[in-house]
């Protein structure tokens, strides 16, 4: 006996750049900035996420005096 669902495909996928460049030129280039400004969004939490450790580790200011 199996347990439901394994087997089975999702329904949810991520595009692929092969069906993403098949697209209009302007849906493509909706695709691309929404693709973009997730990258753009991460890059920054990486950076803030880098910032906040080094200036922990270094004393240069307090994580857990802004959360509290």
Same mark, same amino acid.
């Given at each position: 006996m199996s347990a439901p669902g394994i087997g089975k495909e999702s329904h949810i996928s991520l595009p692929d750049?092969?069906? $993403?460049?098949? &697209?209009p030129k302007p849906i493509k280039a909706i695709v691309y900035l929404i693709m &973009?400004?997730?990258l753009? $969004?991460?890059g920054i939490g990486a950076l803030m996420a880098t910032i906040a450790i080094i200036g922990q580790l270094t004393g240069a200011f307090d994580v857990f005096s802004f959360i509290g």
């Open positions: 750049f092969a069906s $993403v460049a098949k &697209l &973009l400004s997730v753009t $969004v991460a």
